[in-house]
């Protein structure tokens, strides 16, 4: 079949689009792209293969069998950017002419005469098999446009026979539209000759609409995920008091830890009167600890690996910073949140929760016997970092020690109740070190 081209293009152009005249973003020409979820139960079983910025190189390169007369077409009508969508169904029934691919791109340019110029020049190159959008690995056998009402400023319709490197015949349905200097296109891809004009269309006409929606702010690009920080060095303060009735005990610690590379760390140990004081500097495979209740307290070697050294270093920092490190990722999500404000007006999130959140990060046993009177985690803004964290409970000595271990079990009271705090400061502060 030879090949005839046609499209609506106006007669003039009178001006800018007002729609297009402002600033589009590359996000913007992102979300433009159809998207599966919102073409309703036709395309239910349609998923996203490749959402992408489409660049003029990355066009140039990937689409043209005439490298030149595509780049030459970019440069003259001043293409500036765009974005392509790839949907595929599940699955594809063999024989029954199925659409297998759906693509939609938009195309964006410097003016409305250059958006104009390129969609009138794409019509003719498809024709040739020469086209932007038209993949390497095929030959046009022929091109046929339809009419169709106009959807926009300036409308194409284009039903192509393509033949694939390996003798395989298919065939492209595809609208293609203009507003301002905006250029939408739709193509399906089947394997028969059935006619998907209609159909097609119809995909446009979404297209359509979801341009317009972004560029009236009706529909606004979701915010990118921040960028998280890598967690580099804070300091900490932990401190865990136990009330057996009869006999008391607390133990703070505070320090620096220098994530992955040191550690200084000094326990304050108080049981039923009796206290401990001891400070630990970890470098590499350094350590030193200091007795700070000795007559002349001075630094000792040790090991980290020691019992009494790796017993102590539990409460060093005695919780994870990290969310992912205790399980309160997946906690935490989805919960309602608090945004409060901490150390020098920092913004932060505050999160309550209960019994099965203690449960589900493994702090305890179900059915333990154990209250858990509070349980509150206030989170950095932005990164997954723990900030403060307070967790009270209560119960009977016995549950406890089913719990927790038998030093429980000692306690001369029926009930015992514990509390832990832990805050965190100085995320990745340059001015942390660790030394004696």
Request: charged share 25%; aromatic share 8%.
């Amino acid at each position: 079949m030879a090949a005839t081209t046609s499209t609506t293009v106006p007669a003039t152009i009178v001006g800018p689009d007002p729609k297009t005249a402002g600033e589009i973003s590359d996000d913007q020409l992102l979300f433009m792209t159809l998207d599966p979820e919102a073409l309703g139960d036709a395309y239910r079983g349609f998923e996203e293969v490749s959402r992408v910025l489409e660049d003029n190189l990355t066009l140039a390169r990937k689409t043209l069998q005439d490298p030149s007369d595509e780049a030459n077409d970019i440069a003259v009508t001043g293409r500036a950017a765009g974005a392509r969508a790839e949907l595929r169904p599940r699955a594809v029934r063999v024989g029954t002419g199925d659409i297998s691919v759906l693509q939609s791109w938009v195309s964006l340019f410097d003016t409305d005469e250059g958006a104009a110029a390129y969609l009138d020049d794409f019509v003719q190159d498809a024709g040739k098999g020469i086209g932007g959008g038209i993949p390497t690995d095929l030959e046009v056998l022929s091109a046929e446009s339809f009419a169709l009402d106009p959807i926009a400023s300036q409308t194409a319709g284009l039903i192509l026979s393509e033949q694939l490197s390996g003798g395989f015949v298919r065939y492209q349905t595809l609208v293609g539209f203009r507003v301002g200097r905006l250029l939408g296109f739709v193509s399906v891809v089947h394997a028969d000759d059935g006619d998907r004009r209609l159909r097609v269309i119809r995909l446009a006409e979404a297209l359509l609409g979801r341009i317009e929606a972004v560029l009236s702010g009706e529909l606004v690009p979701p915010e990118p995920p921040p960028v998280l920080e890598d967690l580099a060095s804070y300091r900490f303060e932990y401190r865990q008091t136990t009330d057996k009735g009869r006999s008391q005990a607390s133990i703070t610690a505070t320090g620096i830890e220098i994530v992955g590379e040191a550690l200084k760390c000094r326990l304050v140990f108080d049981f039923d009167g009796l206290s401990a004081d001891r400070t630990y500097v970890i470098v590499g495979d350094s350590a030193q600890v200091i007795d700070q209740n000795a007559p002349i307290p001075a630094y000792e070697a040790t090991s980290r690996d020691a019992f009494n050294t790796a017993s102590d270093l539990i409460y060093c920092p005695g919780w994870p910073v990290e969310l992912l490190a205790s399980g309160l990722d997946v906690v935490l999500a989805g919960r309602p949140i608090v945004e409060i404000t901490v150390e020098d007006d920092l913004p932060a999130v505050l999160y309550e929760l209960d019994e099965a959140a203690a449960v589900a990060i493994g702090f305890l046993p179900a059915e333990s016997g154990i209250s858990v009177d509070r349980f509150e985690v206030t989170t950095d803004d932005v990164n997954p970092w723990v900030r403060m964290l307070v967790l009270e409970l209560s119960g009977r000595t016995s549950a406890f020690a089913r719990a927790f271990g038998e030093e429980f079990a000692q306690s001369a009271g029926n009930r015992v109740e514990v509390a832990i705090e832990f805050s965190a400061t100085g995320f990745n502060d340059p001015s942390l070190e660790v030394t004696p």
